[in-house]
C-alpha cells in the first residue's frame, strides 16, 4: 500500500506548477509534469503521480491525439481514487469525456461528465471549476446546442476570471467566440476573440494563439472584412504542427480558405483548399460540410459555377437536414450561400432562389439560437445559485451553533451579490438583444417589436404618429476612400446627433448598414419633416478630420409618412417611408421626401 505524503511533498508541488503552467508555457508544463511522474513513482506519491499525470494528459489533449491522452488520464484517475483525491478524480473525469467527444463519442462523454457538475460545484474552484464546466459546454457544442454550450461557457468565464486564471480565462474567451460565432453574434465574437488575443500576449501557448488566430479570420470574414483576416491567415500558417506551434490540431485550412477566397486571394485559396482536400476524409459533419464549400468557393471564384454545385451536391441532403449531430447553423448557412452564388452565376435563378431561402431560414434559426443562449446563460446562472447555496447551508449544519450564524450571514452576503450580478446578466443581455453596439441606438430587433405595439398605441389614442428613414447620402464610397474604421466614426457621430435631437417619447433605431429609422408618436409627417429637415442642417454643418481629409457638407436623404395613410398598418407605414427614401435618392440625394395622404 503507498504511504500517505505530505500535503505540499516535492512531487505535488511540482505537479500543481505543471497544472498551472498548462496555458501560460505549454512546453514547460509538459517537462515539469514528466519531471514529476518520474519523482512521484519513485516515492510512491500516487497523488503527485495523479496531479501529473492529469496535467501531461491535458497537454497531449491540446497537442497530440485524444487517443493518447485518454492513457494518461485513466492512470491519473486511477491514482486520485487510490488518494481519495476527489478534486483531481473530478478533473480527470472531465478530461477523459473531453477526450471521448474528441474521438466522436459526444452522448457518452456528456453522460459521464454531466453527473460531475453538482459534486464539482461544491469540490471545485476557480479555474478547476471552470475546467468541468468548460468540458461540458463542450459536450453542448459538439452536439450542436449552442444555447446550452453558450451559458456553460459564460459561467465557466466568471469562475475562472482574468486574475487567477492561469491563462484558462484566455481559454474561455477562445470557445465563447466559437459558439458566439455558431450563433451569428459576429461582433461579440470579435470582441472575445480580441480580449483573448491581448492576454495570450502575455502568455507562451502557440497552439492557443493559432485557435483565437482561426476564430479572428471567420468573424472577419463574417463581417465581410476578409481581407482584414490575411495576416492572420500568414501567421497561422507559419506555425509548425508539432509542440512548439500549434500542435497535431487541425488547422482549419477550409475555413482559412474560404477567407482567403472571400478577401480575392485566388492563389492562397487554391492552396489552402488543397491542403485541406489532403487532409482526408473527416468525420466531423462541420468540417466535412465546409471543405465542401471552400472546394465549390474556389470553382465558382475560377469561373467554373457548375463545378462549384456539383461540389455541393453530394452534401446537399446533409447540410439540409436539421438533424445531424455536431452540424452547425453557421456552416450550414455558409453552404447555401456558395450554393445560391454557384446558380446565380450559371445563370439558374430558380434552383439560386430556393438556396438563398435556405440560407434566409438558417440565419433566422441563428437568431432564435441567440435568443434561447442569452436565456439559458441566465437560467443555468441561477440555478448553479440555488445549488451553492443549498451546499452551503448543508455544511453550515454540521459546524458550531455560534460559527453557523456567522457563516450563514456571509452565505447570504454572498447571495445578495450574486443575485445583483445576476440582474447585471439580464439587464446586459437584454441590451445585448436590443442594442447597436456602434452607435448605443436601438437595433432593427427594437423596431420590429417596439413599432406594432406604438402603432396600436397611436390608433387607440386617435392620434398621430411619423416614421422617418434616413440613408447617409455616399455612404459607401466613404467606406472605400477611408477605410470602414472612418465609416464607423461617422455612423457612431450620426447616432449620437440622432440621440441628441430626439425626444424621450422617440424611438430612434439603427436600421441596417448606413440606415436610421425614427418613429415620433404624436407627430405628424408634417412636423416630422420640420425636425428630420433641421437634423440635416445640423448633420451638414458636421466636420469630421479622417486621416488629414477634412470632410464636411455631409448629406443624408430621408422618407417619412405618418399613420394618417390609407389602409394603414406598421408595414405599410414602413413601407410608405422606404418609397419616399427612393424617390428622394432618385431626385438627387439631401432632401426629405413625404408620403402623400
Not at 49 to 77: I, K, M, N, P, S
Not at 374 to 380: E, F, S
Amino acid at each position: 500500500m503507498a504511504t500517505p505524503r505530505p500535503v505540499h511533498s516535492a512531487p505535488l508541488r511540482q505537479a500543481r506548477r505543471a497544472w498551472n503552467l498548462l496555458h501560460v508555457d505549454s512546453t514547460q508544463a509538459r517537462a515539469l509534469a514528466e519531471r514529476a511522474i518520474a519523482a512521484a513513482t519513485r516515492a510512491s506519491d500516487v497523488t503527485a503521480e495523479g496531479w501529473a499525470r492529469v496535467a501531461l494528459g491535458f497537454h497531449l489533449l491540446y497537442y497530440a491525439t485524444a487517443a493518447e491522452a485518454a492513457v494518461e488520464l485513466q492512470l491519473a484517475r486511477a491514482c486520485f481514487d487510490a488518494s481519495g483525491d476527489r478534486a483531481g478524480s473530478l478533473l480527470a473525469g472531465a478530461a477523459i469525456a473531453r477526450s471521448m467527444w474528441r474521438q466522436g463519442h459526444i452522448q457518452q462523454a456528456l453522460s459521464l461528465v454531466l453527473p460531475l457538475r453538482d459534486e464539482g460545484v461544491r469540490v471545485l474552484r476557480h479555474e478547476q471549476l471552470g475546467v468541468l464546466l468548460n468540458t461540458i459546454a463542450g459536450c453542448y457544442s459538439a452536439q450542436g446546442d449552442s444555447a446550452q454550450a453558450f451559458a456553460y461557457m459564460f459561467e465557466a468565464l466568471r469562475d475562472a476570471g482574468p486574475s487567477g486564471g492561469r491563462g484558462f480565462d484566455t481559454v474561455l474567451h477562445c470557445n465563447l467566440a466559437h459558439e458566439l460565432l455558431q450563433i451569428g453574434d459576429y461582433e461579440h465574437a470579435l470582441q472575445h476573440v480580441d480580449q483573448g488575443l491581448a492576454r495570450c500576449a502575455k502568455l507562451k501557448n502557440a497552439r492557443l494563439l493559432s485557435v483565437l488566430l482561426i476564430n479572428r479570420v471567420i468573424c472577419l470574414t463574417e463581417l465581410g472584412r476578409a481581407a482584414e483576416s490575411l495576416p492572420d491567415i500568414a501567421a497561422v500558417l507559419d506555425m509548425p504542427a508539432d509542440p512548439s506551434g500549434r500542435g497535431r490540431m487541425a488547422a482549419h485550412h477550409e475555413s482559412l480558405a474560404i477567407a482567403a477566397l472571400r478577401a480575392g486571394h485566388l492563389s492562397l485559396g487554391a492552396d489552402l483548399v488543397e491542403r485541406a482536400l489532403a487532409e482526408g476524409p473527416s468525420a466531423l459533419p462541420d468540417e466535412r460540410l465546409e471543405r465542401a464549400t471552400a472546394a465549390a468557393l474556389l470553382a465558382l471564384c475560377s469561373g467554373r459555377p457548375d463545378d462549384a454545385v456539383a461540389r455541393l451536391q453530394p452534401l446537399l441532403a446533409e447540410a439540409a437536414s436539421d438533424g445531424v449531430e455536431g452540424l452547425s447553423v453557421r456552416i450550414r448557412a455558409q453552404f447555401f450561400a456558395v450554393l445560391s452564388e454557384a446558380h446565380e452565376s450559371a445563370g439558374r435563378h430558380a434552383e439560386a432562389l430556393v438556396a438563398l431561402r435556405r440560407w434566409q431560414g438558417l440565419h433566422s434559426a441563428q437568431a432564435q439560437l441567440a435568443s434561447r443562449a442569452r436565456y439559458q446563460a441566465a437560467t443555468l446562472q441561477t440555478e448553479l445559485l440555488r445549488l451553492q447555496h443549498r451546499l452551503d447551508e448543508n455544511d453550515a449544519r454540521r459546524r458550531r451553533t455560534e460559527r453557523a450564524r456567522a457563516e450563514l450571514a456571509e452565505i447570504n452576503e454572498q447571495l445578495s451579490r450574486k443575485v445583483h450580478e445576476v440582474q447585471a446578466l439580464q439587464e446586459a443581455l437584454r441590451q445585448q438583444a436590443t442594442q447597436d453596439p456602434l452607435t448605443g441606438l436601438f437595433n432593427r430587433r427594437h423596431l420590429n417589436d417596439t413599432l406594432p405595439t406604438l402603432f396600436a398605441l397611436a390608433r387607440r389614442d386617435a392620434q398621430t404618429m411619423a416614421l422617418a428613414i434616413i440613408d447617409l447620402d455616399h455612404f459607401k464610397s466613404i467606406n472605400d476612400r477611408h477605410g470602414h474604421a472612418a465609416g464607423d466614426r461617422l455612423l457612431a457621430a450620426f447616432g449620437e446627433l440622432l440621440a441628441g435631437q430626439s425626444r424621450r417619447s422617440d424611438v430612434a433605431c439603427r436600421y441596417g448598414g448606413e440606415e436610421f429609422c425614427l418613429l415620433m408618436p404624436r407627430t405628424d409627417a408634417l412636423g416630422a419633416r420640420r425636425k428630420v429637415q433641421s437634423l440635416l442642417r445640423r448633420w451638414r454643418a458636421q466636420v469630421f478630420e479622417l486621416g488629414g481629409v477634412t470632410l464636411r457638407g455631409l448629406s443624408f436623404s430621408a422618407g417619412i409618412a405618418d399613420t394618417t395613410l390609407a389602409a394603414p398598418s406598421p408595414d405599410a407605414l414602413l413601407k410608405a417611408a422606404d418609397d419616399e427614401l427612393l424617390a428622394a435618392k432618385r431626385e438627387g440625394r439631401n432632401r426629405v421626401g413625404v408620403a402623400a395622404r
